[in-house]
């Protein structure tokens, strides 16, 4: 096994050690080092010597010397002791890629080759180390020659060695690494063994900042250090524990909040200080959430300067108004809380313990003790449960029928990818071959060994790589989680070490168990393997082996508790680019969609959404309608009562008639006969004469036999009720909680007119049809597109509001000559992370942007696994004006955001702005030709038009 594979085999990582990562700090750049510091003289001898052969007579060594001599001319003009001195106090490192344009200011028209001499003399500079160029400065030229040389010439044996052990990677993995501590060389100076983790962070957040389709987190060069024993024992064994935040202390989730009265947040942090040993980390930034934000930093905004717990009636009373309804960004109502009375018993108990403390410790507590203004009957849930445990139960009835067609469904779908992946791994690329009566063309696998194909039918290229994996582990997770009843937490916890051989007592006999780690009540426990559950987990060890003597070790990040747990060998794991990963909550739930589409399983005309959590629910109601007991139910589910397994069980109609009948039948065979003897006439005349001589005038009585009637004298406007007459509430048969599967954070304005975001898009899609293939939109329609550059002189950059006022008069032109009749556009922004469901937008967009709607996401794929990123999509109507617009199209000339479009109503034409420019897809090549025509002077010269 190669052991930078699986660096994770090392050591377990310890929480502390994941919090400790927040402290490492980067090497403080040098001021002054000896190499900037050398005479003119002396750094060329050095450089030369080091860079060039005088003997050999090269082209290139002519070149480097020019450029070196024309470079350091120009850097000796500049103000400074050092050479790196003079670097940055001439502007080159601020200006970026165009830093070639400071040293030939005022020589008129330049030479081609004047900007390419310069360029190979800079490469020197660097790879000497006569100048440390900033990281921003570093990561905008990507000059490979640049990084080639610096590596031989700083530390040549150290990068030769990372190579060799970097060989089990892609081409693209192994220069990727490489090449980022190669950036880190140059920046800090030094050899690869002075690398620190503080300099990895420092690296990995500049790459966040410049470089954002996750070349961040692409995770080799650090593994590299690691496994070579550059980095200390003590840092992580993964870049991802550098990357996401460690478990925060009760200080740090309280100022989180931002509340402003000084006193009462210390009153909060010293509340969840006494009760954090009472409550795992889940439950204490829950109650957190609802005491911080939800209830004083509320309070705080609707009533500034607020200072004391003693609210009164009215403040109260608004509170609660706010609190009923998820609100949006404006504060405008979006739709009830569903949670509503939960919330209120947080607060009710933060009252109360406060009046309980304070009789044991008065100094402390008693000051704050003040009436707590929710009542009792305020927080009765009673309805609100029995209202979930309703859509709970429909659901499960309406599931538990239709799992056999899911299962069939999952086992179809985890064949068919499998078989059209066996097929496209056998034929060449560019081949074609036909499976299940569809036709695909081979594509290239390119590095990262994917397998593409495109339908020759639809045009489509699809990954069959991850569709094989999906459908895998969907297969997987449905099986054993309907076989075993787990929580999906459960689940993705199994390792090679749950299998326990137990030797039945009484028999001798030795059966497999499974033993379930502890979750959320914290207590262990043992499930009995089935044949058809060990044939699952058979194939999910074959499957994550692939081939090895032993399962990888690798370390899970618990959402929750916010803890790395030790490398262990988890069943529920995957190939992530470089290493191997356990799966997560979110990639299960992704499978598990795509699995609901794709089994076309609908109920009342709709498609059924299969969760994890809902073959719990089906385990349980199944279980007890075979005839296990609950309390055996309860002990296999893991509940610490046995009402909560009650809950989940979906009691059918039929079940309670049927054990009804039973348990009489067996009462009967206990009772004396004689108490089953048969009614004489007059007992069943007057058992008769109940109900027809205690007739009145609005209905018949309802009461029982042999019992007084209350109607007998009843008021002509109260009639009684009647079982016969009585209507039951209907069940939503979906049994979907919006408020579950939404979330709360309005990003979404919804007090503005909702758009038809399904027109939008078939709108769209007759407009700008798809390409045949994943191409950029430039080259699917070419004789639309011209690219206008918003800065005389091609510039990238405004520097002052002057450059502004030329760059936003630009795109209004371009836009008022494209429709000059269109008063109202859409306008369509785009975001990239990697949460699938986005929880917040960026703060820069929601300003400018507030009313956008979501409308549509897709995952980006750049040819290497190591994270994927969502590209969300949202759009919104506004006026075509410069009020509405000029706000967005500073920050996308400022890089603050990008992926813009604007289109008119009809999208008959779109314009796409970015940090220089603006792309325009004309309505017609004419008009294409008009624009050119009419604005020749903000053409890029390129010959490719960029």
């Not at 538990?400 to 999952?410: D, Q, W």
Request: with cysteine; aromatic share 8%; glycine share 6%.
């Amino acid at each position: 096994m190669n052991p930078t594979v699986n660096v994770d085999i090392a050591r377990p990582v310890e929480p502390h050690e994941v919090d400790k990562a927040l402290e490492w700090e980067p090497r403080v750049c040098e001021a002054s080092w000896w190499q900037t510091r050398q005479s003119r003289e002396g750094l060329v001898e050095r450089l030369l010597k080091m860079f060039t052969d005088p003997g050999a007579g090269l082209t290139r060594d002519r070149t480097r010397r020019r450029g070196l001599g024309k470079l350091l001319d120009w850097l000796e003009g500049q103000p400074g002791e050092t050479w790196q001195d003079r670097w940055m106090a001439s502007g080159a490192d601020t200006a970026g890629f165009e830093w070639t344009d400071l040293p030939l200011r005022g020589r008129g028209t330049p030479k081609s080759h004047w900007r390419d001499e310069l360029a190979t003399g800079l490469v020197l500079l660097v790879a000497g180390q006569a100048i440390r160029p900033s990281y921003p400065w570093l990561l905008r030229q990507r000059v490979t020659m640049m990084l080639t040389e610096s590596r031989a010439a700083s530390d040549p044996d150290a990068f030769q060695r990372l190579e060799q052990l970097a060989q089990h990677a892609t081409p693209t993995a192994r220069s990727d690494a490489l090449n980022k501590l190669t950036w880190i060389v140059i920046r800090k100076g030094g050899l690869v063994s002075d690398i620190t983790v503080g300099d990895c962070i420092e690296l990995t957040a500049a790459l966040e900042e410049h470089h954002f389709r996750g070349s961040a987190g692409r995770p080799l060069f650090y593994a590299l250090l690691k496994e070579t024993g550059v980095l200390p024992a003590s840092a992580p064994l993964r870049l991802r524990a550098l990357r996401i935040e460690g478990r925060r202390s009760v200080e740090q989730i309280v100022d989180a909040y931002g509340i402003e009265c000084r006193a009462v947040r210390d009153l909060l942090v010293e509340y969840f200080t006494e009760r954090a040993p009472e409550l795992d980390h889940v439950s204490l930034r829950s109650i957190a959430r609802n005491l911080c934000r939800l209830f004083w930093r509320d309070l705080e905004i609707h009533h500034p300067g607020i200072d004391s717990l003693r609210l009164t009636p009215e403040v109260a009373q608004a509170w609660k108004e706010r609190l009923a309804y998820i609100r949006d960004a404006q504060g405008h109502p979006v739709r009830p809380r569903v949670n509503y009375r939960s919330e209120l018993v947080f607060v009710r108990a933060f009252y109360q313990d406060i009046a309980r403390w304070a009789a044991d410790d008065p100094a402390r507590w008693a000051p704050w003790v003040a009436p707590c203004p929710i009542k009792a009957n305020e927080c009765a849930t009673k309805k609100t449960k029995a209202r979930v445990k309703s859509r709970m139960d429909q659901r499960t009835r309406t599931q538990l029928p239709l799992l056999p067609a899911l299962l069939r469904a999952v086992d179809r779908q985890r064949k068919d990818t499998m078989a059209r992946i066996t097929a496209a791994r056998a034929t060449l690329a560019g081949g074609r071959f036909l499976i299940a009566g569809e036709e695909f063309e081979r594509g290239g696998s390119g590095q990262a060994r994917r397998v593409y194909v495109t339908e020759v039918a639809a045009g489509r290229r699809r990954n069959l790589t991850h569709e094989e994996e999906a459908a895998f582990w969907s297969w997987a997770t449905v099986e054993v989680l309907r076989h075993t009843g787990i929580r999906i937490e459960e689940m993705l916890e199994l390792t090679h070490h749950s299998f326990i051989a137990y030797t039945l007592p009484t028999t001798g006999e030795v059966v497999p168990m499974l033993q379930v780690a502890p979750s959320k009540t914290d207590s262990e426990r043992l499930l009995l393997v089935s044949p058809e559950l060990a044939e699952v987990l058979t194939a999910v060890i074959f499957r994550v082996r692939a081939g090895n003597a032993a399962l990888p070790l690798v370390s899970a990040y618990d959402v929750f508790e916010q803890t790395w747990s030790p490398p262990m060998p988890f069943l529920f794991q995957r190939r992530y680019g470089t290493e191997d990963r356990p799966l997560t909550r979110s990639y299960i739930r992704e499978c598990l969609v795509a699995t609901s589409q794709s089994a076309q399983i609908t109920v009342a005309g709709d498609p059924l959404e299969w969760r994890p959590h809902d073959f719990r629910r089906i385990f349980v109601t199944d279980a007890i309608r075979s005839g296990l007991p609950p309390h055996i139910a309860a002990k296999i589910c893991g509940h610490a009562a046995l009402d909560t397994t009650m809950g989940y069980a979906a009691i059918y109609p039929e079940d309670v008639i049927s054990h009804h009948r039973a348990f009489i039948a067996r009462r009967r065979t206990e009772r004396p006969s004689e108490e089953y003897r048969e009614l004489t006439t007059t007992e069943w005349d007057e058992f008769l004469a109940h109900f027809e001589l205690r007739k009145v005038a609005l209905g018949t009585c309802g009461r029982d036999y042999s019992t007084p009637c209350q109607h007998e004298n009843a008021c002509f406007s109260e009639p009684a009720p009647v079982p016969s007459q009585l209507v039951l509430p209907l069940v939503d048969g979906g049994g979907r909680s919006v408020e579950a599967s939404m979330p709360d954070h309005g990003a979404v304005n919804r007090s503005t007119p909702s758009l038809d975001l399904e027109a939008l898009s078939a709108l769209w899609q007759r407009q700008w049809p798809a390409p045949q293939q994943d191409i950029p939109m430039r080259r699917a329609h070419p004789d639309r597109w011209v690219r206008f550059h918003s800065l005389p002189g091609s510039k990238r950059y405004p520097d002052d509001e002057t450059e502004y006022a030329i760059l936003l008069e630009r795109h209004h032109t371009l836009l008022a000559e494209l429709g000059p009749s269109d008063v109202e556009l859409y306008v369509v922004t785009r975001e990239w992370n990697w949460d699938a469901v986005p929880v917040t937008r960026m703060a820069d967009l929601q300003r400018v942007d507030p009313n956008a709607q979501p409308w549509g996401r897709r995952v980006h794929d750049d040819d290497f696994p190591d994270d994927i990123v969502y590209q969300h999509e949202y759009i919104s109507r506004r006026p075509r004006n410069r009020q509405a617009l000029d706000p967005l199209l500073r920050l996308v000339a400022d890089e603050v955001i990008a992926g813009v479009t604007l289109a008119p109503l009809d999208f008959r034409w779109l314009y796409h702005p970015y940090d220089g420019g603006g792309d325009v897809f004309a309505p017609s090549a004419a008009v294409r030709d008009a624009l050119k025509a009419a604005h020749p002077d903000w053409l890029s010269t390129h010959p490719s038009g960029m």
